[in-house]
Nanobody
């Protein structure tokens, strides 16, 4: 599976940005698609994920209530709407694809290219 991420950019604190991730093939109900992020000098951390079949969503506590992940079944795409952004959200965001939900990056065999999100204070 190839993942193509798009979106991101520079925004002031309190603003919004959206990310999209397109998969190269059909996503099955058992799959999980999500986003990890990595800030400078820090390890990659789980941000959000969606279980394809039932659309169940999962969020890191740090983004809960501000980020919203959704899926487009017809286009095999995932979107991450990020609202009320904070400077600490600044990171490279990676789209991931796996067979089960996990908060560990090693459990996802497929990764998209990173996209930069920068939130200025």
């Amino acid at each position: 599976v190839q993942l193509q991420a798009s979106g991101g950019g520079l925004v002031q604190a309190g603003g919004s940005l959206s990310l999209s991730c397109a998969a190269s093939r059909r996503i099955f109900s058992s799959n999980v698609v999500g986003w990890f992020r990595q800030a400078p000098g820090r390890e990659r951390e789980f941000a959000a994920g969606i279980r394809w079949g039932r659309g169940a969503t999962y969020y890191a506590d740090s983004v809960k209530g501000r980020f919203n992940i959704s899926r487009d079944n017809a286009k095999n795409m995932v979107h991450l709407q990020m609202n009320s952004l904070k400077p600490e959200d600044t990171a490279v965001y990676y789209c991931v694809f796996g067979s089960a939900l996990s908060y560990r990056p090693s459990e996802y065999p497929y990764w998209g290219q990173g996209t930069q999100v920068t939130v200025s204070s």
